[in-house]
């Protein structure tokens, strides 16, 4: 039986489906940890952790290095928040054209006998534009960017994409209205508004920075709901007092950003609704499910993918180095034990491989043995035998 340790009530739901083999376990020795926005930098994970699943698509609060050393496979739940933070988007696109925050703010301070007379007069202050026919750039088109650019479409936007990743499958679930930039910069110079949607790392930190800012339009209005850093905040200060930059629109606050009528700064509230929190939940649940019952990976962020039909008796998997010679010891070990092997595939990322081998048949009173000696082979982090 596995033990699954949850670390909010919204997680708790997507257990729902798991069947009788699994439960909610109260002890430190969890099978696997279905979690959000728990910090586990400072926890000491046990050697019975086969897998963290995070509920959402940041993982910036698990440490990776020690979860690969300890053999656990981490996972989050791309695109479960996807619709949540499209919705936002476009929420903001319509209130920054209409100046919605300032107007506002102004009703609320201004009342009495003749507020008629004078919001008559004072209205135009806030004159808005149209989104209609105006052109969206989306830094990003994957699973909100895609979203993002089709809901503006339909607005009547006219949306440019830019994704040097783009995937094919990921491509299908654009419109065919969007169009799509070559460069960040085309992409960039013809934009009254920018978005970006893209994952974190170091190619993407700062990515929109001051020689991005530069080429924008005058007058341009920029969002950051991806991640933090993506967007330089500091020169969008500078491009903001420079009236290069409209208004800066972001789910991460800063102190250089505070207090300014043309910042607005939401709470990190971009995947914050109840549907796409018991999305990642459910999505996290069945990940662990999965990896437990069949070994195969998807949306792994410290193991590659690798996902092979189970259609014999039994399964080792092994996480390991990449390094070489690896694959040859571990056929080499199960040849010495006289065990066939019908399938064996493998799989690496960066310094991590994970490998998968099939067998017809295994003795139980093998197991642990073989477990043990695989286990020893230097360089192997986990040992995991399955049994369809």
Known sequence: MYQVKTYNAIAQAGLDRFTDNYQINKTDDADAYLIRSVNLHDQKFPKSLKVIARAGAGFNNIPLDQATKNGTAVFNTPGSNANAVKELIIALL????????????????????????????????????ELTGRTLAV??????????ANAASALGMKVIGYDPYLSADAAWHISTTITRANTLGEALQQADYVTV??????????????????????????????????????????????????????DFGENILLNREDVVVTPHIGGSTLEAEANGATQGANTIMTYLETGNIQNSVNLPNLQV???????????HKNIPNMVGQIATLLADADI???????????????????????????????????????????VRVLQK
Do not use: C, W
């Open 197 to 250: 949607h893209v994952p974190k790392n170091e190619e993407t930190t700062g990515l929109i920075g001051p020689e991005q800012m530069e080429i924008m339009k005058d007058g341009v209005k920029l969002f950051n709901y991806s991640r933090d850093g993506i967007v330089d905040n500091e020169a969008a200060v500078d491009y903001l007092d420079a009236r290069k930059i409209k208004t800066y629109y972001t």
């Open 340 to 382: 066939n092997i019908e399938g064996m595939s493998n799989a690496a990322r960066d310094g991590v491989a994970y490998t998968i081998v099939d067998l017809d048949d295994l003795k139980n009173e093998e197991e642990h043995k073989l477990v043990d000696r695989l286990g020893k082979i230097d360089a192997v982090y986990r």
């Open 139 to 148: 830094i990003g088109v994957g699973h909100v960017g895609s979203l993002v």
């Open 94 to 129: 319509v209130s920054s054209s209409r100046n919605l925050f300032a107007a506002a703010d102004y009703a609320a301070h201004n009342s009495g006998a003749d507020i008629s007379l004078r919001t008559e007069k004072d209205k135009t202050k806030f004159k808005g534009t």
């Open 309 to 319: 039909p189970f259609n014999t008796p039994y399964r080792l998997t092994l996480i």
